[in-house]
């Protein structure tokens, strides 16, 4: 009986790393993104001394979005909408 018990929870093991490989695989894209558009944010902040206060807010919108938020928070920043 033991034995069986000892299979059946290598197999769930394996179903869980098998699970868990496809997800971190998925969202590395992702993670690459926003670890960049924080470098790209930070250093354009620094390097031009633009001002953009950073906060909750904007270090939100640059990681979920990457890139991408980086332009849409200089953007804002650059209206005088926020930041």
């Not at 926003?34 to 939100?60: D, K």
């Amino acid at each position: 009986m033991v034995f069986w018990i000892e299979i059946v929870a290598v197999l769930i093991a394996f179903l869980m790393l098998y699970l868990l490989f496809h997800t971190l695989k998925a969202a590395a894209p992702l993670i690459i993104n926003s670890i960049v558009g924080f470098l790209v944010f930070f250093l354009i902040n620094s390097i031009f001394n633009l001002g953009i206060v950073i906060n909750f807010w904007s270090i939100l919108i640059v990681a979920l979005s990457g890139l991408t938020g980086v332009v849409l928070v200089l953007i804002l920043h650059l209206l005088g909408l926020a930041f």
